[in-house]
C-alpha cells in the first residue's frame, strides 16, 4: 500500500504518473483509453457520459460514488488510481458482480460464479478482496445453489469499503484535484463556484 511520496517505490510512483497521464488524455478525449487494465472486458457503458459534457462528467465525480461508477471515464480513472494502490481487485470484484447479474444462463451462471469466487473471494485467491471470514464462508455456501444474488453481500462490502476509503483519497489525489481544475476552466463547463481543489464529499 503506498503512503507517503518518501516511501513511495518507484513502481508506485510510476503508477501514478501513468494515472496523472491517463487523466489528462481524458480531457481531450471522452472515451477510455486503450490500456484500462481489467475494466474493458466488462464492457462498461455509462448514460451518464452520454448525456454530459466530459467536463460535466469529471466534476461530478465527486458528487457522489455512484457518479462515479456510472461514468465510463470515471470507472477508467478510479481504476487507475487504485492501481496506485495496489487495490484494484476491489472495483474488478465489483464490475465482476455487476455483469453476473445480468447473466440468464443457469450453465453460464454457474460457471461465472465459480470462476468470480476462485479468483476474488476463496482464501488466497489472486486477487482476493478485503472481506471478512463470515462473508467469504456465506459466499462459499451461496454457491451451492447459484443465484444472481450469490455475491450479494460481499459486493455491497465491498462497495462501502471503496466508498468510504478508497473513494475520497481519489478526490483528494493531486491527479484528480488538477483534472477538476482544468475541467472547472473550461469554457463548456457548468462548474459550481465551489473550489475543484475541495471536493464536498467528506
Request: aromatic share 10%.
Amino acid at each position: 500500500m503506498c503512503r507517503t511520496l518518501a516511501t513511495f517505490p518507484n513502481s508506485c510512483l510510476e503508477r501514478a504518473k501513468e494515472f496523472k497521464t491517463r487523466l489528462g488524455i481524458f480531457l481531450h478525449k471522452s472515451e477510455l483509453s486503450s490500456d484500462t487494465g481489467g475494466i474493458s472486458k466488462f464492457e462498461w457503458t455509462s448514460k451518464h457520459s452520454k448525456e454530459r459534457s466530459f467536463s460535466e462528467d469529471v466534476l461530478g465525480w465527486r458528487e457522489s460514488f455512484d457518479l462515479l461508477l456510472n461514468s465510463t471515464n470515471g470507472v477508467a480513472a478510479f481504476h487507475a488510481f487504485l492501481k496506485t494502490e495496489f487495490s484494484e481487485e476491489n472495483l474488478e470484484f465489483w464490475l465482476a458482480c455487476e455483469e453476473f447479474r445480468k447473466i440468464r444462463s443457469a450453465t453460464k451462471l454457474a460457471s461465472r460464479a465459480h470462476r468470480i469466487f476462485e479468483e476474488y473471494i476463496r482464501s488466497e485467491a489472486p486477487k482476493e478482496v478485503n472481506i471478512d471470514h463470515e462473508t467469504r464462508e456465506l459466499t462459499k455456501t451461496n454457491l451451492q445453489a447459484v443465484t444472481t444474488s450469490c455475491f450479494d453481500v460481499a459486493h455491497g462490502k465491498i462497495r462501502m469499503l471503496m466508498e468510504k476509503d478508497s473513494y475520497p483519497r481519489f478526490l483528494k489525489s493531486p491527479a484528480y484535484r488538477d483534472l477538476a481544475a482544468r475541467a472547472s476552466a473550461t469554457p463548456n463547463s457548468s462548474a459550481s463556484s465551489s473550489n475543484p481543489a475541495e471536493p464536498s464529499h467528506t
